[in-house]
């Protein structure tokens, strides 16, 4: 399977300095079995793709899904049925960038544990494992808390903690990440329906939102000039964290809170 998600993201600011941002960005859903359309390739060049280096395992050196099952293992989820997805945004033509992509694993059509792989304008990559302890489904309303261990935006810390509400049905992905470090932090969003990935729906992708990850990387740096324009503290890149992957957990509560 592979499907498009034509999906809208949102960030605001928390704290005294404030700001706020929507855009449309497009995603692909893909257990990288089934045919492709033509005009999306998996490690070959077209007009968008997906490289099995650019995830799982460092970045640039990636193995795929092999390192997620890997990971799976290795936090004692064993399960031969489970589905491996990639949720991600695929490169554009010769360009690729992916603040945010999720390995995925589903038993019965609902997602039993995550990663979160997160990767900065710095060039560094970190992931965070979530699941249950006894791998049971997660839905929209769990919280999973993971401590931040990545220098993500030269605006913020690396310091505090995010949390994940992972919504996702067999018709829509509802992803909401909020990073919090006191009075401050970013709550940023992504949703979208889910449908086939044709070759219509990503020529229509192209068109709407040209140059793809590309677009995303000028928007990013678009706001950090607002945000410096607004006097936000600046934060120089900062080492990276010792482990490639760090594990969350599970929290009660409104996930609003």
Same mark, same amino acid.
Not at 172 to 189: F, K, P
């Given at each position: ?19 706020? $941002? ?22 070959? @060049? ?26 799976? !293992?290795?936090? &004692? ?13 695929? &490169?554009?033509?010769?360009?690729? @960038?992916?603040?945010?992509? $999720? ?16 990767? !900065? ?19 929209? !309303? ?10 993500? !935006? ?11 509400? @992972? ?21 940023? +969003? ?43 503290? $600046? ?15 599970? +929290? ?6």
């Amino acid at each position: 399977m592979i499907e498009h998600i034509a999906a809208r993201t949102h960030h605001s600011r928390k704290g005294a300095l404030k700001n706020a $941002f929507a855009y449309g960005v497009d995603y692909v859903l893909t257990d990288f079995d089934a045919g492709w359309p033509a005009l999306i390739s998996r490690n070959r @060049f077209n007009l968008w793709s997906i490289r099995d280096r650019d995830h799982g395992g460092p970045r640039g050196d990636g193995r795929g899904a092999g390192w997620f099952r890997d990971v799976l !293992s290795e936090h &004692g989820f064993d399960n031969p049925d489970a589905r491996l997805l990639l949720l991600t945004q695929p &490169g554009y033509l010769w360009f690729r @960038f992916n603040p945010v992509s $999720f390995w995925i694993a589903m038993v019965d059509g609902m997602p039993r544990a995550f990663v979160a792989e997160v990767n !900065s304008t710095f060039g560094q990559r970190h992931c965070y494992f979530c699941a249950h302890d006894d791998f049971r489904p997660i839905v929209a !309303s769990d919280r999973m808390i993971a401590e931040k261990r990545m220098h993500v !935006s030269p605006f913020q810390q690396v310091q505090g903690r995010y949390l994940f509400n @992972f919504g996702m049905t067999e018709t829509a992905i509802n992803i909401r990440i909020s990073y919090e470090n006191g009075d401050q932090g970013v709550l940023a +969003t992504l949703s979208g329906k889910r449908r086939p990935a044709t070759n219509r729906a990503l020529l229509g992708a192209a068109l709407r939102r040209p140059m793809g990850a590309a677009r995303v990387l000028a928007l990013i740096h678009w706001q950090a000039l607002i945000l410096a324009f607004k006097r936000a503290p $600046f934060l120089r890149r900062q080492p990276p964290p010792a482990a490639l992957v760090s594990d969350g957990h599970h +929290t009660q509560g409104d996930p609003a809170g």
